[in-house]
């Protein structure tokens, strides 16, 4: 995956201060906050990047989502079954206390635990069935058939501390009282909604880190972002929005740092429910239909010939966006090059919406978060406008990310708009996390209950399959399996900005992650 590193050029009347960053502190601005401080608790990207700050993997992930190592100093597949993992000497957690394997297996057990968990782990620990400790710096994880995609799916699980993470609770991890880790830093402080507070750890095992205290505020709207970098209130903001983008690119004292990432903004369609959800589907009389639909596979293509991609890419994004035809990135492990793209072709859905016993359309409620996916209610509203061009008369209805996640999990929600990043990096892991058919710790983010049974099993062939090429075909087959069936509509892939003051140098992260550890003085 390639990165662009945007600098600002030109001229603008309002200018950074001129007085250089102090070079204990640093200050950022997220655009939301994690919901959780458990590292444990649901894995989102936000949540993910914070625990970073604090807590290590046994494999690490670099800003491509290239495996490396990390407590773990090296891996090798002793059999099909079994994975030996040799973990490093003379690490220690915050406190002074020794990490040994022992840490590993708690880590381990609790990750896919955790009580009301929205989007659990359990989904890179499923295929473990045990562990063996061979001695404190040696653990084997036994897996449940071959398992070659292991060493990436425990870059994402955080190892915590068995002496502070016995009977802690989630409550426990936000207060700060269980959040000891091993990490480059330390928790200082957390105010839930509105600050975080980080100060280095002096003794972390990969080298100090060159910032003394990081603080993390929460600044929702984006213009306010922009403000503060602009006032000298804080020294980064991720999440540039688009329509600042070229304004800041002309300030001499402002950096912008770009990258295409593996976020995708895409749509999901109920097509599991015979009769439509309540208040989301209506004849144009504003009546309830007797059946979904969605569940017509000529109405879902319909649907995604009336959206023109590029207009989303250029007008709502304002180029700041990469179209989406597929569930992953070109150059992800998976991509299959032989999809072609989508021809928007409102003709071409009119007749097929007729074919299918809708000639005069239908009516349709669209919802997404309106505080959680770049330009999301823009997208909705241009795509109610496509939509209505085909006969679709399409509501928008938002709300907060709090809200909205709730909801799709209960199921209230028939087309939505939503965003997924692949957290491993590869195909799979969105496959298995949006298209395997919802239920246990699989499918746990498929929120329009797509179901395929030959999908679910070619997934389940791939992440046992320890030949490359062969799993690398059955990933780009089932690629074209879930486009052709048009339950899940791509979109766009994120290029995600974050911008700097002019004597800071980030490195854009593939997976959107926003890291002190990513920040350096520029040279």
């Known amino acids: 995956m390639t990165f662009v590193n945007r600098l600002a050029a030109g001229t603008l009347a309002l200018l950074l201060p001129a007085t250089p960053l102090l070079a204990a502190d640093l200050r950022i601005a997220l655009a939301a906050p994690p919901t959780s401080l458990d590292p444990h608790f649901h894995n989102n990207g936000i949540n993910n990047a914070q625990a970073r700050h604090v807590f290590d993997s046994l494999t690490t992930q670099d800003a491509n989502q290239q495996i490396g190592p990390g407590l773990a100093e090296s891996w090798v597949l002793l059999d099909d079954v079994t994975w030996e993992f040799r973990l490093r000497r003379g690490v220690r957690f915050h406190d002074g206390t020794p990490f040994t394997a022992d840490d590993v297996a708690f880590s381990l057990e609790r990750a896919p635990e955790v009580p009301n968990s929205p989007s659990s782990f359990g989904t890179f620990t499923k295929q ?10 040696t653990i084997r994880l036994h897996t449940d058939g071959p398992s070659p995609l292991l060493p990436i799916d425990v870059s994402v699980i955080a190892i915590i ?9 989630t409550a426990d991890y936000q207060s700060g009282r269980a959040t000891i880790g091993t990490g480059p830093y330390r928790l200082a402080e957390h105010v839930p909604g509105d600050r975080m507070v980080y100060t280095r750890n002096e003794a972390y095992w990969n080298g100090v880190e060159p910032w003394n205290k990081v603080t993390f505020r929460i600044t929702s709207v984006g213009p306010a972002r922009v403000a503060a970098l602009l006032a000298g209130d804080v020294d980064v903001i991720a999440e540039v929005p688009t329509t600042d983008s070229a304004r800041l690119r002309q300030q001499p004292n402002v950096k912008l740092w770009s990258g295409v990432t593996n976020r995708m903004t895409f749509l999901s369609v109920d097509v599991h429910n015979e009769v ?5 589907i209506s004849d144009n009389s504003g009546n309830p239909l007797p059946r979904n639909p969605m569940r017509d596979l000529r109405v879902r293509q319909a649907l995604s010939m009336a959206i023109d991609r590029d207009a989303i890419v250029e007008r709502v994004n304002e180029g700041e966006a990469v179209r989406a035809d597929q569930l992953v990135p070109e150059r992800f492990f998976g991509y299959n090059p032989a999809i072609k793209p989508e021809v928007t072709d409102p003709e071409g859905a009119r007749r097929l919406l007729a074919e299918a016993g809708y000639p005069d359309g239908f009516r349709v409620v669209l919802h997404t978060s309106n505080d959680r996916i770049v330009n999301a209610t823009r997208t909705v509203q241009v795509i109610a406008q496509m939509w209505g061009r085909i006969g679709i008369r399409t509501a928008v209805e938002t709300m907060p990310h709090t809200v909205y996640s709730g909801r799709t999990a209960r199921n209230e929600l028939s087309q939505m708009l939503h ?9 799979s892991g969105t496959l298995v996390g949006i298209a395997y058919t919802r239920g246990g ?9 797509y179901s395929n049974p030959q999908v679910d099993a070619a997934i389940r062939q791939a992440l046992v399959t320890v030949d490359e090429d062969k799993r690398r075909a059955i990933l780009q087959d089932t690629m074209a399996t879930v486009m052709a069936d048009r339950a899940i509509i791509p979109l766009v892939f994120w290029v995600s900005t974050w911008a700097t003051s002019r004597d800071l140098v980030y490195t854009p992260q593939a997976n959107q992650a926003t890291l002190a550890m990513a920040l350096r003085r520029a040279p």
């Not at 710790?441 to 209950?449: C, E, L, M, Q, T």
């Open 128 to 137: 473990i069935k045990g562990w063996t400790i061979v001695d404190p710096y």
């Open 161 to 169: 501390s068995r002496k502070h993470g016995t009977n802690a609770t």
């Open 276 to 280: 439509p959800i309540a208040g989301n």
């Open 419 to 427: 965003s997924w990043g692949a957290g491993t990096g590869e195909a």
């Open 441 to 449: 710790a699989y499918g746990g983010s498929n929120r329009g209950r």
